[in-house]
């Protein structure tokens, strides 16, 4: 299995720098129960590159967590293991090549029952993640965090740009979409989540960022199997201004977060990314941000629906 992805992967930093007793790659993989995966492509971005750079940014940062989280113990004892990250370059130009390698390597790691996390990455990555999951789970629905609806029917010139991963969602893969922290829509897109309200769902930051309100009416619009997909300009450039859109007037850290303890608690979270990460030199905190932030997933997977608990 491990030599099977490996052929599609590059190697990379181990996410976190926590004490294991593996005794090779294959033990590590074989003992883990979370592979990450990063996807580092920005292909269709449009304002500004560089978020291909994300997923390293976030495994060096990573290795100065620690280990040890006040509110969920040493979440690292799940098992963490890296497979590294994803070799496009020879088709770094081809937004649906590489959309298909992240299927390929995703759908292989799923059937070996591990909770894949992915690093991004442009957010176009995601749904060659959710496709894999998709297969596995009839029954999957996708919650967003964003600051867009993602909802374009194509951007571009392609219909698999970062704009477009929700419409895909929606219509390629028969997936619920449930957004929250949207504050930039289109015409277009307004006009697709009147006609597709039973598939689309969405929380405008304007509404939710100083409440908690909202919580129990967004988890309803949830399938029992939940994939996260957590685009980093949903949060307010205050804390997130490394990503392509700073988009003013998204949430906090606690808000955040809150939220998504509840989800895990209520529903079968089976995978999560964190995207769009535009590494800012000089300015290390929005990458340490995001370490976290996958950490802390990581952390109410393991406490509330770890594979153990299926």
Not at 27 to 48: E, H, N
Not at 51 to 70: C, H, I, Q, R, W
Not at 78 to 103: F, M, Q, S, W
Request: hydrophobic fraction near 35%; charge should be neutral; charged fraction near 25%.
């Amino acid at each position: 299995m491990l030599d099977r992805l490996r052929k599609s992967v590059l190697s990379s930093i181990q996410f976190g720098a926590f004490p294991y007793n593996f005794k090779n790659e294959e033990d590590a993989y074989r003992k883990s129960s979370i592979v990450i995966m990063g996807v580092p492509f920005d292909g269709t971005a449009t304002y500004q590159s560089g978020t291909k750079f994300g997923p390293n940014a976030m495994l060096n940062a990573s290795v100065n967590l620690e280990p040890y989280d006040e509110e969920l113990g040493e979440i690292y004892k799940v098992g963490i293991y890296t497979i590294g990250t994803i070799n496009i370059e020879e088709i770094h130009t081809e937004p649906k090549e590489v959309i298909d390698a992240v299927y390929f390597a995703s759908r292989e790691v799923v059937k070996d029952g591990k909770f894949l996390v992915t690093l991004g990455g442009e957010h176009s990555i995601s749904q060659g993640v959710i496709k894999a999951y998709k297969e596995k789970y009839k029954k999957l629905s996708v919650l967003q965090l964003d600051a867009h609806l993602d909802l374009i029917g194509q951007f571009g010139g392609t219909r698999f740009s970062h704009a477009s991963v929700s419409r895909r969602v929606v219509e390629d893969l028969k997936c619920k979409v449930t957004s929250f922290g949207v504050r930039v829509v289109s015409r277009e897109e307004c006009e697709f989540v009147k006609k597709n309200k039973t598939s689309v769902s969405v929380f405008y930051a304007r509404e939710i960022h100083n409440n908690d309100d909202w919580h129990d009416e967004a988890i309803e619009t949830l399938e029992d199997f939940v994939y996260i997909t957590l685009d980093v300009d949903g949060l307010d450039p205050s804390i997130m201004p490394a990503t392509g859109t700073p988009v003013p007037g998204g949430l906090g850290w606690y808000r955040t977060i809150d939220f998504l303890r509840k989800v895990y608690r209520v529903r079968k979270v089976v995978g999560f990314d964190v995207v769009e990460l535009k590494p800012n030199p000089g300015d290390e905190s929005p990458n340490f941000l995001a370490a976290n932030l996958v950490y802390k997933n990581i952390g109410f997977y393991k406490k509330y629906t770890s594979l153990s608990k299926r």
